[in-house]
């Protein structure tokens, strides 16, 4: 998509999660509609792919989103650097399948835990940073979440990581709480919850051709297909601009049609 030049001119955004999938299409959306950015990433090689593509516009940090001090050092950067925060994108999360997420009865502590800590720990983390900054800034301010569709509109044949889904569940029910909260503070609070979208983290099911053929008509927009991470884009950059200064407390799904639709399973 090719957001208006402009759309967020004069917005600070930090990206939690900014160097691959979601979070890379949010970061170059984000800049080609005005806006100036901290991004955190994981890995070494994405960001300084990231960091390498773009100029002063964006400053890259690389960070495990689990350490308690990712927020706290990309906001102050944000600030330092460009002169106040406007928002915060969270999209860094992921399965948590490698460490024993899956369905109830195979499902570990540990994979419960990391996954927790993963999804729901780093995201908690990052949004007490902001809305410490808010507060004390006195001029409010966007926060965005990542969620999936999976939090409320399960499909069992082929996506059974319930810790995974509890997260995202939580991520629901905490934000609208907080979006309540702070709403007096004029601090908004949103989520995006995706479908199945091609993204590293997907690539399991992008392998999977009987996965594949169930989307079809599990998300039957646009021909029946795996989401882009540029799907997300318009709706993360109405959600971070001053289009949206009277939304809180939403949790609007881009899924290709997924909370709507049966899905057909080949036996």
């Not at 030049?5 to 930090?14: A, E, H, S």
């Not at 999660?17 to 800049?31: E, I, P, R």
């Not at 884009?233 to 109405?238: E, K, N, R």
Request: overall charge neutral.
């Amino acid at each position: 998509m090719h957001m208006v030049p402009g759309y967020l001119q004069d917005k600070n955004i930090v990206i939690i999660g900014g160097t691959t999938g979601l979070g890379l299409s949010a970061t170059k959306a984000f800049v080609r509609a005005g806006a100036k950015l901290v991004v955190i990433g994981l890995d070494e090689e994405s960001c300084k792919s990231t960091a390498g593509h773009f100029g002063d516009e964006v400053v890259v940090i690389q960070m495990d989103a689990t350490n308690p001090d990712a927020a706290d050092i990309a906001i102050k950067t944000c600030i330092s650097k460009f002169g106040k925060f406007s928002g915060l994108y969270h999209v860094a999360g992921g399965s948590g399948r490698k460490f024993g997420d899956g369905p109830l009865h195979e499902l570990t502590l540990e994979g419960w835990n990391k996954t927790f800590e993963l999804n729901l720990s780093s995201m908690m983390l990052s949004n007490q940073r902001a809305v410490k900054q808010f507060l004390e800034d006195g001029n409010g301010g966007s926060i965005l979440n990542m969620g999936s569709v999976l939090s409320y509109a399960p499909a069992p044949a082929y996506f059974t990581t319930h810790a995974y889904t509890a997260c995202k569940s939580a991520i629901l029910g905490y934000t609208k709480a907080v979006a309540a909260y702070y709403a007096p503070q004029n601090i908004r609070f949103n989520v995006i919850m995706p479908g199945l979208v091609e993204t590293p983290m997907a690539q399991r099911a992008v392998g999977n051709e009987a996965i594949i053929q169930f989307i079809k008509t599990k998300q039957p927009l646009d021909g029946g297909r795996i989401g882009k991470a540029s799907d997300l884009d318009g709706l993360a950059c109405y959600f971070m601009s001053d289009y949206g200064s009277f939304v809180t407390g939403q949790a609007v799904a881009v899924d290709g049609g997924w909370s709507v639709s049966e899905g057909q399973i080949n036996s």
